[in-house]
């Protein structure tokens, strides 16, 4: 039996590599050979205390505050209105008590499996020392803010991190890269990828390895009956796991797929005077994450709604360098700016399963911005569907066909 799997982001080549090693002759064929995906741009940051979805009363609520315009990241483009309101409206429906209590519910049992399976997948792709496992901060530039966050994060679920103050001498770390660092906690038990591009080397090193062959095309499905086809590739099984570009192959099978392109940005500079062995550090008052990688710090941030194609806004870069002003962080430019699309649902769940459809399709994509914590979790469950295993969790709160009862 063969298997296509459909988009080469570390989602894809994650199922790709998890159905290789059970013995599947996989095909990977990826459109964006270039890694101009979100998988090759985010935070690095592998984000197990996300068990809440953005999906909530309590983000509706805060939508007024948070906007650009306002000096929050969130900006809905009034000329992208045509995208992101009927997006906007499914979110609502999906925001209810009920539903985010569901959704937490569904994300606890995801993210529960999250670091183990990327210990597992590390170790399989001989590159243990990319997996860093020694949390992350968040700080905030006074004591009125500290404690209003602090008991956020307190109340939060958190799934399996903990918190704990940070030491003296953690302040004293923050505080000589930015003197607005009033107060910080630091979380234990999440994690990071410590460079994003030797991880998608020993990714294709390890795929190769294993036997899959790579196709650098865009994929034309077509229907065959009860199954799907791909035009020039054999394919008995087939697994659509391209992101932002999951819902027109979805649409051919009969899936309507309310994916939006919510768009993040990055700037990255030097990095000689950012420590090494520091991890991610998150000013949640901006709203913006700061992650050293092998040659550079990055900062990056924003929730941008619209359309993947649409130009890139200059103004979210140049306020990202702002912040780095502000702050004071010791970050040196010329900066390179980095703009992509995470795929986004709108309960903020990501859809994993089989089709109800066609026979022999399966999908995995909308991971939000958890694409890369959930990257080798999702592989793993994808192969135990295609391979006749049983899944370690309940996938049923992940089915696309869930939005078929949510409006318009």
Known sequence: MTVAVIGGGVVGRAVALS???????VTMIDAAADRSAPSWGNAGHLATEQVAPLASPAMIRSVPGRLFARG????????????????????????????????????????????????????????????????????????????????HWRAADIGTTRIDAATDADLARLRSLSPQVAAAIRFTGSGQIADLDRL????????????????????????????????????????????????????VAGHRVPLIAERGYHI??????????????????????????????QVAGFVELGRADAAPDPRKWARLEQHVAELGLPIAGPFRRWM?????????????????????????????????????????????????????????????????????
């Open 200 to 251: 998608a080397q020993a990714l294709d090193a390890a795929l190769a390895a294993a036997g899959v062959e790579t196709v650098c095309d865009t994929a034309t499905l077509f229907r065959d009956g009860d199954r799907m086809t791909i035009r020039g590739i054999a394919a008995d099984r087939i697994v659509i796991a391209a992101g932002i570009g999951s819902a027109a192959p979805m649409a």
């Open 72 to 151: 929050g990241p969130l900006d809905l483009p009034v000329a992208q209105a045509g995208t992101w309101l009927p997006f906007a409206i499914r979110l609502l429906a999906a925001s209810t008590p009920a539903r985010f209590a569901a959704g937490s519910a569904a994300l606890r049992g995801l993210l529960a499996g999250a670091m183990p399976a990327w210990r597992r997948l590390v170790t399989a792709v001989d590159a243990g020392d990319l997996l860093r496992e020694d949390g992350h901060f968040v700080t905030w530039p006074d004591a009125v803010r500290a404690a209003a966050g602090i008991a």
């Open 340 to 408: 992509g699309a995470r795929p986004t649902l709108p309960d903020y769940l990501p859809a994993i399963g089989r089709s109800t459809r066609a026979d022999n399709l399966y999908y995995a994509f909308g991971h939000q911005h958890l694409g890369l914590t959930l990257a080798a979790v999702t592989g793993e469950l994808v192969a135990d569907l295609l391979t006749g295993a049983t899944p370690a969790i309940d996938l049923s709160p992940f089915a696309i066909d869930r939005f078929r009862k949510l409006t318009p």
């Open 19 to 25: 159905l290789a090693r059970r013995g599947e002759r």
């Open 268 to 297: 990255r500079g030097q990095a000689e005077r950012w420590p090494a062995d520091l991890p991610p550090v998150v000013f949640e008052d901006r709203s913006i994450i700061v992650t050293r990688y092998a040659d550079s710090v």
